[in-house]
Every structure is written in structure tokens, then in C-alpha cells.
């Protein structure tokens, strides 16, 4: 892993002397794209070109491979987060910049350019990609941006997800299906051309933002849960299938965390809305530490999260799913 071997070394502060190309790829983006499932074929879109300001915070922990192509010349290392508009995915993109990447970000609304601009501020390369991961077309032009960069990407956090609390019986299977395609398709469909880049050169490390939630039956919350066991059952296999690539991938097992989830997800009046949540900057340190220290997953962040990946380890399903009720049934909350 990066962090051991400490072979790999990223340049000194962000985005210093670079001269970066820094480009908000709008939604309605009409450049051809390549079949995500095959690779490059279109070059970098450019916007436009503004100097960062700062360096980062924390000196680099990890540096690049080979082949690497910065776009203002320097050997900088390049990560992709999804879902970097807010709460974890935003934690995420931030202290990967003063850990020393350049960034690719994406998220939905437009929000995601103001996190982009202050991400310029910490002095990295930063590319804003706004579109609906929900659809084949935005996973597309999302990865036509990265491989118009002409980069590698290094370190891929796979986070873009959305909840939904209620009833099975009142909840709207449309919203169901959209979280679906948000949480898992759209993760599948990255996931396929980014890993099969990384394991054509033979490196890489994939972050993917599960949850605790994968380990329980989620009453009140049933198809957000599958979701999350789905995305938890498929890295833990690709880490096998993927052994000996030199391709990594870690799960991000986050408990209750303090972003907007709850509130998209309807589900302020459940105790577990109301409850005292994890930092999401403590969330994404400890997702990132893990993912650069080559681990298999990581539950974070607090103790009482921790504890309950634990618990859940032996407790038998149908308590784990009674349990569950009472923290998500709307109602509920103290
Ligand atoms: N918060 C928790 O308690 C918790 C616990 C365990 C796991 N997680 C997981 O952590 C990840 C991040 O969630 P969060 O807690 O940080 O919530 P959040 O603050 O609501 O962030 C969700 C991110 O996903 C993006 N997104 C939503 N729909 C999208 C779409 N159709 N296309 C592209 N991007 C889209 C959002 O961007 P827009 O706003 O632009 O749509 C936002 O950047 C999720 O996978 C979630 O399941 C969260």
C-alpha cells in the first residue's frame, strides 16, 4: 500500500506552480463521450483557468505510480469523489486535497461549484462534474471527464448515496428505484471502467461508502439497507477477485454522521435522526486511513458506532431488525 511502501510521493503543496486547469462540467455538457466500459476516447474539456491560492494543510501521505501526465505538468496524484457536494463525500474530496490530490468531484446540484471553489482554495487542480449519477448518460459524461484528463486516477471514492426512511407499505417504489439506481447502479457503473483501468496498469485504491446499516436488516428503512449489504457484499468479493492486481478495495462503514442525510431521507422524526451523530470529518479520516493502509473496512467513527459493528457481528438478524425499528420507525424520535 501507498503509505507502506512509501514509494510514492505526490509534489509539494497543491496545485504550486501549475499553472491548473480547473473546469466546471455542467450537466447539460454535450461532449461526445466514450462507452465508460472501454476507456478513453476523447480529450480533456477545458474551462476556465484559475491559479490556486494555498498549498495544503498536511504534508502529501501518498505520491503516484508511473504514467502520470498532470495537467499543469506536476506529478500530482488525481482522485474522483462522488457525491463531494456535501457532508462525508465533501470531507472526503477535502482532506484528499491536503493530502496532496488533484480532484475530480461530482454531485448533482449546484452546490457542488461552490464546494469545487473552496477546494481551489486549499490550491489543487479540482474538476466540478455536475450530473445524475441515477443515469447511464451522467456516469458517462462523468467518466469522460476523468479520462479526459489524460491522468490515472489513483484513488477512487465511490460515496454518491441518498436514504429513505418510512414504512415499506407508504414509502413510493419510484423513490425506491431511484435510490436504487443512485446507490448501487450507478456505483456499478463506475466501478466497472475504473477498476479495469487501475488493474490495466496494476494500481489503485477504491474507497466505497457503505454503512453500518449493510450489517442489519433496516426495518423502517428497508431498501436503503440493501442497498448498502449490496455495495458491502460486492467490494468484499472484488477484494478477492481483485487480489494480486495491485488494485485496493476498502469498505467505508460509516454509523449515524452528522450531513444532510437524514433530512433527504424524510427521516428527522425517527430516533435515530434525532440522536447525537458522528463527525463526518472524523467519518472520512478514518475511511481515508484505511483506504491508504490497504484495509478491507473500516467502521467509523465513534466508539458507539464501532461497538455496534461489533454487536451486530453476533447478533442474530430478526433482534438486529427489531432493534431497527426502533431507532428508524417515524414516530419514534425522543
Ligand atoms: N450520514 C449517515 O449517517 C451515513 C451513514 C452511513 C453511510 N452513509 C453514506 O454516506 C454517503 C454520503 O452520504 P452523506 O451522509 O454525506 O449525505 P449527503 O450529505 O446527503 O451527501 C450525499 C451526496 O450524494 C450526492 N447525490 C445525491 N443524489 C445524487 C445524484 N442523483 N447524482 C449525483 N450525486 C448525487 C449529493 O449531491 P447533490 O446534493 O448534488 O444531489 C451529495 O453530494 C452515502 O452513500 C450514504 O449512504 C451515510
Known amino acids: 500500500m501507498l503509505r507502506r511502501t512509501g514509494s510514492l510521493r505526490a509534489s509539494g503543496p497543491c496545485g504550486a506552480g501549475t499553472g491548473s486547469v480547473m473546469t466546471d462540467e455542467a450537466s447539460t455538457n454535450g461532449t461526445t463521450r466514450s462507452d465508460p466500459t472501454t476507456g478513453p476516447t476523447t480529450g480533456p474539456t477545458t474551462g476556465p483557468t484559475t491559479g490556486p491560492t494555498t498549498g495544503p ?11 502520470m501526465t498532470a495537467l499543469g505538468g506536476t506529478p500530482r496524484p488525481l482522485a474522483l469523489v462522488t457525491g463531494a457536494s456535501s457532508g462525508i463525500g465533501t470531507e472526503l474530496a477535502a482532506q484528499l486535497a491536503q493530502r496532496g490530490f488533484d480532484l475530480v468531484v461530482t ?15 486549499d490550491g489543487c487542480d479540482v474538476r466540478a462534474v455536475q450530473v445524475d449519477l441515477r443515469t447511464a448518460d451522467g456516469v458517462a459524461q462523468l467518466w469522460d471527464v476523468v479520462t479526459g484528463t489524460g491522468r490515472p486516477l489513483e484513488v477512487v471514492a465511490l460515496n454518491a448515496g441518498v436514504g429513505l426512511g418510512g ?15 443512485l ?31 449493510s450489517t442489519m436488516p433496516g426495518s423502517f428503512q428497508s431498501v436503503y439497507n440493501a442497498t448498502k449489504s449490496f455495495l458491502q457484499s460486492w467490494t468484499e468479493a472484488l477484494q478477492e477477485e481483485l487480489a494480486g492486481t495491485g488494485v485496493t478495495m476498502t469498505a467505508l462503514m460509516p454509523g449515524p454522521t452528522e450531513t444532510n442525510f437524514f433530512v433527504r431521507a424524510g427521516m428527522e422524526g ?39 459493528g461489533v454487536l451486530s457481528a453476533v447478533l442474530p438478524d430478526s433482534v438486529k431488525a427489531k432493534v431497527h ?7 419514534q424520535g425522543v
Open 57 to 67: 494543510t498536511t504534508g502529501p501521505t501518498t505520491g503516484m505510480t508511473t504514467g
Open 183 to 213: 446507490n448501487v447502479v450507478s456505483t456499478l457503473r463506475l466501478a466497472k471502467p475504473v477498476v479495469r483501468s487501475m488493474a490495466a496498469r496494476g494500481a489503485g485504491m477504491v474507497l466505497v461508502t457503505s454503512s453500518i446499516a
Open 107 to 121: 454531485a448533482e446540484d449546484d452546490t457542488l461549484a461552490v464546494v469545487a471553489e473552496a477546494l481551489r482554495a
Open 325 to 331: 425499528r426502533r431507532v428508524a420507525e417515524p414516530g
Open 167 to 181: 414504512a415499506f407499505l407508504d414509502t413510493d417504489v419510484e423513490d425506491e428505484v431511484a435510490m436504487v439506481q
Open 270 to 308: 425517527t430516533r435515530v435522526g434525532q440522536a447525537d451523530k458522528d463527525d463526518p470529518a472524523d467519518v472520512a479520516r478514518q475511511g481515508l486511513d484505511a483506504l491508504l493502509d490497504g484495509k478491507a473496512k473500516v467502521l467509523a467513527s465513534s466508539r458507539s458506532t464501532k461497538l455496534q
